[in-house]
Every structure is written in structure tokens, then in C-alpha cells.
């Protein structure tokens, strides 16, 4: 069996006031002594991942040199147009890596994300395709909202995930979800963790290829996946213990996660 690590680091991160040409993914955290990248990499190296995909772009140097070890077993992909394509376009250039992975698991992680162990545990050992979710009590202006469907009793289906709601910021907000629950669909946070699985792999890498040619970002992957409705909620076992590095203050608070 073989897995495939994909870390999505190629964001500018404009509101963390940075020098010019340090990448948020690349900075090395208080109370961490490490990047956020570095640590993601080590977190699944220790469960034997030997196969990452790192999607730079944004102060591309910054993120390469904060990785103090394990270089041997990344290949380095570079999104030129971080600016204006987003996540979804540097997946998209990571398609051609998915046919080397055999009977295994894609996972899929954002760059400026830290994760408990227990969290990266909880993914590592679902047998699903899944994206990680905490409760939406957790829900705040820069969240990602996870829509999934009601669990048919009557045939002990799963729930899936159908949508995603961006953060208060973006153009979406979540002022509309209410009306969703009298039909007995059910909001987390989304803690921007994925795993592809299975058979699962080849319909996810096919769904990739048209991002790469459109000039548009607004065919990110998230809809594709959701589109394809092949991801489950995987619930958190250690919610609090998670943060997304959107501004200089959150680089304060990750001692309380690790």
C-alpha cells in the first residue's frame, strides 16, 4: 500500500503583515521552534509517510528552508499564479502524483494549519474518504462551514457532505443554512483536513484536470469534492486543538494546541 501526502503552501497570507518574501507556511512558530509545514511533514513521516507533495508559491524559499528534514522524500511543486488561482489551481498540479498511489489514501492539508496528534490520528485511521469537522459552536468570521445531509435510518447511510460555506469575509455567509435544517441537514467547521481513499483516488484525480485549464479560481476543489460527493464528516476527537494561522495572533495561541 502506498499513501500520498499533499500540502497546499503556496498562499501569500497578506494579513499577517510578513517581510516581503517570508510565506506564512515558512515562518517559524513561538512555542513551536518550527514552520507549520515542517511540523505537518513530521507528524505523518512518524506514521511512515514517505511520499509529500509540498505546492509552494508565496515565498517559495521561505517554506523550502523551514523543513529541517525529510527532503529526500518531497517533490516541490510550484504555483506561479498564487496570486490570482488559489487552492484549488495548485492541486490541480498535483494530479500527475495521484497514479502513484496504489490501494492506499491521498491526504490532503493546508500548509498554515497545526493539528494536534490525536487529530492527525483520527483522519490517519479512518477506512472512508473524509474531510475532518468540529461542531459549529466553533464557527467564527473566517470559518469554512461544512453542509451534509440527513443519515437515512433506513439504510444506516452515512451522512455526506454536499456544500461548503465560506467564512463571513468571502461572499458567502451563513446568514441562508438556517433554512437547510428543518430538512434535517446538519452544519460543522470544517478543520481543512481531507482524505481521499480507495478507489475513491481515480474519480478525485480525473475531477482535478479542468481546474488546470481554466484562468478562473472559482472552480476551487473544495466543490469538486463536493460535487462528487465522496467525502463523509470525520468528527474531531480533540476539537480545541486546532488553528488555522490566518493573522499574528493566532501565531500566539498555538501553544494551546500543541
Known sequence: MSNLVIILAAGK????????????????????????VDRLIDQ????GERQFVVVLGYGAESVVESISDHKN????????????????YSLS????????VTNGAVYILEGDS???????????????????VRSSNYLSRRSVGVICDEINPECDDYQKIISYVYDQSHEADFKNIKSLFSDGYSLYESMQLWKIFGDNIKYFSESLYP????????????NMIRHNRILL????????????????????KVVEVI
Open 13 to 36: 497570507g497578506s494579513r499577517m503583515g510578513l517581510p516581503e518574501g517570508q510565506s506564512k507556511c515558512g515562518v517559524i512558530v513561538p512555542g513551536l521552534n518550527r514552520s507549520s
Open 44 to 47: 505523518f513521516y512518524l506514521r
Open 73 to 88: 522524500h518531497i517533490k516541490f511543486v510550484y504555483n506561479q499564479f498564487y496570486e490570482t488561482h488559489g487552492c484549488g
Open 93 to 100: 498540479l498535483v494530479a500527475p502524483y495521484l497514479n502513484s
Open 114 to 132: 497545526i493539528y494536534s496528534d490525536d487529530n492527525i490520528s483520527t483522519i490517519y485511521n479512518y477506512e472512508l474518504s473524509g474531510s475532518l
Open 211 to 222: 481546474i488546470k485549464s481554466t484562468s478562473s479560481n472559482l472552480y476551487s476543489y473544495r
Open 233 to 252: 464528516p470525520i468528527h474531531s476527537t480533540d476539537p480545541t486543538r486546532w488553528i488555522n494561522l490566518n493573522t499574528k495572533e493566532d501565531l500566539n
